[in-house]
């Protein structure tokens, strides 16, 4: 299968500190890409999709002045994470997908983020 | 809205059991469900079912689809320790740009 990274894998900041995230595409060009939030033992919640060039477009209750993401090439998408706090900390997964006809959508590693 | 619903939340058994993992679902214009595992890190990629009453294997992992009565089922026969792990079951619909909605997934622990 196709291969998505992110980075970094883990991240510990104090509250107040801005976070960035990056999801690449290792393989493949990329045309849609998902950032996705999950809790310890929980689901994962779709926060934005992403389109290469557009912007992302945020599911209700994301705040997306916190969340920015941009999605500046085809094999990029970044997820900064403004003035964290620590009910920020999560773990925060993306994926991404080419094409649009049944294409799977391939996660990437996850990165455990932190706040104190 | 949209939902998909997974039961058990958690399941333990022992390495040679067989199980089954449920997953129902509510969606407007449904388009596919997809199975994945998730152990430590990222969801890894078992099934998409797009047609019902066609199972799909792999190994000793099965799965098909019932549109009709909006659930799936995963199969696992002869459990191994490596079977260990979140089982997360994801809905697509159409026309909402691949955007997946995932259940609360089923821990299964298999034990030696």
């Known amino acids: 299968g196709a291969v998505v990274s992110q980075h970094p894998s883990r991240v510990i900041c104090k509250s107040g500190t801005s976070v960035k995230i990056e999801c690449r595409s290792l393989d493949f060009q990329a045309t849609t890409m998902f950032w996705y939030r999950q809790f310890p033992k929980k689901s994962l919640m779709l926060m934005a999709t992403?389109?290469?060039?557009?912007?992302?477009?945020?599911e209700q209750g994301v705040e997306k002045d916190k969340f920015l993401i941009n999605h500046a090439s085809l094999t990029l998408s970044t997820l900064t994470v403004t003035s964290a706090h620590p009910e920020d900390s999560s773990f925060y997964i993306c994926?991404?997908?080419?094409?649009?006809?049944?294409?799977?959508?391939?996660f990437g590693p996850g990165t455990r983020l932190t706040v104190l | 809205e949209d939902k998909v619903v997974q039961s058990p939340l958690s399941l333990v058994v022992h390495e040679g059991d067989t199980v089954t993992l449920n997953c129902s679902y509510e969606v407007t214009n449904f388009r596919s469900l997809l199975w994945y595992k998730q152990e430590k890190k990222a969801p890894t990629f078992l099934f998409m079912l797009t047609s019902s009453g066609i199972e799909k294997k792999s190994g000793r992992l099965s799965s098909i689809l019932d549109k009709k009565e909006l659930f799936s089922i995963l199969n696992i026969t002869a459990t191994q320790t490596g079977d260990s792990a979140i089982y997360l079951c994801?809905?697509?619909?159409?026309?909402?740009?691949?955007?997946?909605?995932f259940g609360q997934g089923t821990e299964l622990s298999v034990k030696p």
């Open positions: 992403s389109n290469e060039g557009s912007k992302a477009t945020y």
């Open positions: 994926s991404a997908r080419f094409g649009s006809n049944y294409n799977e959508q391939f």
């Open positions: 994801a809905v697509e619909a159409n026309n909402q740009g691949g955007k997946l909605i």
